[in-house]
């Protein structure tokens, strides 16, 4: 049986098989962890066409003229206070210095870009409700909205420290339970409960079974398109939100 020889590396060699791996310095945690990229529905983004433009400047010239107590942020639903709504908002908070926030086709990013752009400038207000999201349930996932409304709180919590935040579940859309739609609204809804927080001054509340018949079909009485609100669906939120309202505005 042979014996092995054994085999003497010069030194020169060795170090220079060495020198690359000890040259190259570990990576620390920080340098190793790549950062989470905001998805677009938190990346606060303007919309281009000229109807959200001007609608955009009348709110932030609006609330220049200060005397702003309450304000409702959203989308069309909101801004059909203005429509359909007029009546009740005008028995609700006709007195209460309210300013509607709402511009129709808005998603959150349209939201968070209004926020810091000109819609809080120069107010104090003691409340404000927000009610986002259905637009964006079209093409983004629930985690992504549900990143977008938790952005808005912290914008308002920056620019309007001293308000209560009253954020809403999404109202439920969809003839039934059965609907793509209102299984879209239901998961984010379910993920804004546990991540969309309830502390400090910010409130969650679901008022959205009040909409809704006793076998969880949506009755075009209340939502004659099955999204939008009719004056009995502007009664039914107004009368479900009250004793929240209440609590920081006072009595009506």
Not at 11 to 16: E, H, P, R, T
Not at 206 to 219: M, V
């Amino acid at each position: 049986m042979k014996r092995l020889r054994s085999v003497s590396l010069p030194l020169v060699l060795i170090m220079s098989l060495a020198l690359p791996a000890a040259m190259a310095a570990p990576q620390t945690k920080e340098q190793s962890a790549k950062p989470k990229q905001r998805p677009a529905a938190a990346v606060p983004a303007p919309r281009n066409d000229a109807g959200w433009k001007k609608r955009q400047e009348s709110i932030s010239a609006r609330v220049k003229q200060g005397n702003v107590d309450l304000i409702f942020i959203g989308d069309s639903i909101t801004q059909g206070w203005e429509g359909g709504g007029k009546k009740v908002w005008e028995e609700f908070y006709g007195k209460r210095n309210a300013v509607n926030l709402g511009i129709g086709g808005d998603q959150t990013q349209h939201v968070l870009w209004r926020l810091q752009n000109g819609n809080l400038d120069g107010i104090s207000p003691k409340l404000a409700v927000v009610m986002i999201g259905t637009n964006n349930t079209g093409g983004q996932k629930p985690e992504e909205i549900v990143a977008g409304i938790r952005a808005i709180v912290r914008t308002l919590r920056e620019k309007v420290p001293d308000a209560k935040v009253l954020v809403l579940a999404i109202f439920p859309r969809g003839k039934d339970n059965q609907a793509p739609q209102r299984q879209a609204v239901a998961s984010v809804n379910e993920l804004l409960a546990k991540r969309g927080g309830g502390r400090g001054n910010v409130t969650l509340l679901d008022i959205g079974p009040k909409f809704l018949e006793k076998d969880g079909t949506l009755s075009k009485e209340i939502m004659p398109d099955l999204l939008h609100l009719s004056p009995k669906g502007y009664q039914i939120w107004a009368e479900a939100i009250e004793p929240e309202v209440e609590k920081v505005m006072g009595k009506k």
